[in-house]
C-alpha cells in the first residue's frame, strides 16, 4: 500500500511571531510539510514557480505597500490555478469572508481561532473543500452577502461593492457617523453644526473614510449606499 503523500504547503503573514506560530503547528503534524514562510507577497510568487505546492496559508490583510489580500487571492488562482488557497484574517466579517471565496480563495480563518481548528482547515482545504468555522458559515446565511452564490466567480461591480463593505469595519465611529450624514444629504458645514465640531474636523474625517474605503467622490459614495446601509 502506497503511503499518502504530505500536503506541500507554504505560509505568508507580515507578522514574524504569526508566521512562527503557523510553523511550529505544521511542523508537528507528519501529514503536513512546510515548504517555506514568507513576510512578501512577491517573494511567495518567486518561491511558487520553483516548488510545487498543494496549499497557500496566508493572511488577508498585508503591510503598507504590499498588493493587497483581494488581488493577491485572484493573482495567484490565475497563475496556479491548482493552488488552494486559505485565508488567515483578523479582518473577520462575513462580507470579507464571501469576498474572499468568490475570488478563489478555499477557505478562511480568523486569528483568533485555536491551533486545532488552524489545522482541521487545512486538512479541510486540501482534500478539496470549503473551509468555514460553522458560526461564519451560519452569518453569511443571514448577512447582505447571502444573497451572492460564494461558488460563482464575482464580477467587478460585485468585487467592488463587496470590497467597500468589508472595508467598512476600518471605519472609526465619527467616521461612520460623517458618511451617514452625508447620505442623508448634510453638507459638510451642516455636519460640524450637528456634532459642535469644526468644519475643518468633519472635513478631515470624510476624507480619512473615503481614503480608506477607496472612494473618490460623493458620486462613488452613493452608488455602495446600501452597502453602506447594511441593507
Same mark, same amino acid.
Given at each position: 500500500?502506497? $503511503?499518502?503523500?504530505?500536503?506541500r504547503?507554504?505560509?505568508?503573514?507580515?507578522?514574524?511571531?504569526?508566521?512562527?506560530?503557523? %510553523?511550529?503547528?505544521?511542523?508537528? %503534524?507528519?501529514?503536513?510539510?512546510?515548504?517555506?514562510?514568507?513576510?512578501?507577497?512577491?517573494?511567495?510568487?518567486?518561491?511558487?514557480r520553483?516548488?510545487? /505546492?498543494?496549499?497557500?496559508?496566508?493572511?488577508?490583510?498585508?503591510?503598507?505597500? %504590499?498588493v493587497?489580500?483581494?488581488?493577491?487571492?485572484?493573482?495567484?488562482k490565475?497563475?496556479?490555478?491548482?493552488?488552494?488557497?486559505?485565508?488567515?484574517?483578523s479582518?473577520?466579517?462575513?462580507?470579507?469572508?464571501a469576498?474572499?471565496?468568490?475570488?478563489?480563495?478555499?477557505g478562511?480563518?480568523?486569528? $483568533?481561532?485555536?491551533?486545532?481548528?488552524?489545522?482541521?482547515?487545512?486538512?479541510? /482545504?486540501?482534500?478539496?473543500? /470549503?473551509?468555514?468555522?460553522?458560526?461564519?458559515?451560519?452569518?453569511?446565511?443571514?448577512?447582505?452577502?447571502?444573497?451572492?452564490?460564494?461558488?460563482?466567480?464575482?464580477?467587478?461591480? $460585485?468585487?467592488?461593492?463587496?470590497?467597500?463593505?468589508?472595508?467598512t469595519?476600518e471605519?472609526?465611529?465619527? $467616521?461612520h457617523?460623517?458618511?451617514?450624514?452625508?447620505?442623508?444629504g448634510l453638507?459638510?458645514?451642516?455636519?460640524a453644526?450637528?456634532?459642535?465640531?469644526?468644519?475643518?474636523?468633519?472635513?478631515?474625517?470624510?476624507?480619512?473614510?473615503?481614503?480608506?474605503?477607496?472612494?473618490?467622490?460623493?458620486?462613488?459614495?452613493?452608488?455602495?449606499?446600501?452597502?453602506?446601509?447594511?441593507?
Amino acid at each position: 500500500m502506497l $503511503e499518502k503523500k504530505p500536503t506541500r504547503l507554504m505560509i505568508l503573514d507580515d507578522h514574524s511571531l504569526v508566521l512562527c506560530g503557523m %510553523e511550529i503547528k505544521i511542523q508537528a %503534524e507528519a501529514d503536513l510539510l512546510l515548504l517555506g514562510s514568507f513576510s512578501r507577497g512577491s517573494t511567495l510568487m518567486a518561491a511558487l514557480r520553483e516548488e510545487e /505546492v498543494d496549499l497557500v496559508v496566508m493572511d488577508y490583510s498585508l503591510r503598507s505597500g %504590499e498588493v493587497d489580500g483581494l488581488n493577491l487571492i485572484r493573482t495567484l488562482k490565475i497563475r496556479f490555478p491548482k493552488l488552494r488557497l486559505l485565508i488567515i484574517s483578523s479582518l473577520y466579517v462575513p462580507a470579507t469572508v464571501a469576498l474572499a471565496l468568490r475570488c478563489g480563495a478555499s477557505g478562511f480563518i480568523g486569528k $483568533e481561532l485555536n491551533s486545532d481548528e488552524f489545522v482541521l482547515a487545512i486538512r479541510q /482545504v486540501a482534500a478539496g473543500k /470549503v473551509y468555514l468555522h460553522p458560526d461564519m458559515a451560519e452569518a453569511l446565511q443571514v448577512h447582505e452577502v447571502s444573497r451572492l452564490d460564494i461558488a460563482t466567480p464575482a464580477s467587478e461591480s $460585485e468585487v467592488a461593492s463587496l470590497d467597500v463593505l468589508a472595508r467598512t469595519s476600518e471605519l472609526t465611529v465619527r $467616521e461612520h457617523e460623517v458618511l451617514r450624514c452625508c447620505l442623508d444629504g448634510l453638507s459638510v458645514s451642516h455636519i460640524a453644526r450637528k456634532f459642535s465640531r469644526s468644519i475643518k474636523t468633519i472635513s478631515t474625517q470624510k476624507q480619512a473614510a473615503f481614503r480608506k474605503l477607496g472612494l473618490r467622490g460623493d458620486n462613488e459614495l452613493y452608488k455602495v449606499r446600501y452597502q453602506m446601509e447594511g441593507r
